[in-house]
């Protein structure tokens, strides 16, 4: 069976922006901080290629 090449590296990039939107999200307190946590949770498992 051949392995194709998986291209991770949009992951990382939405898993670091999002990161950074959660740090900025806790400093200002933003009321609706967990909405950003599914996108990092998922970019990252994406990013590691768990799924």
Same mark, same amino acid.
Not at 21 to 50: E, G, N, Q, R, Y
């Given at each position: /069976? ?7 590296? =949009?992951?990382?990039?939405? $898993? *670091? %922006? ?5 740090? =900025? %999200? =806790? ?5 609706? *901080?967990?909405? =950003?946590?599914? $996108?990092? %949770? ?5 990013? /590691?290629?768990? /799924?």
């Amino acid at each position: /069976m051949e392995q194709t090449k998986k291209y991770r590296g =949009i992951w990382w990039l939405v $898993f *670091l %922006a999002s990161t950074a939107a959660l740090a =900025i %999200a =806790i400093v200002t307190h933003w009321p609706w *901080l967990t909405l =950003i946590l599914p $996108f990092a %949770a998922t970019s990252f498992v994406k990013a /590691m290629d768990i /799924m």
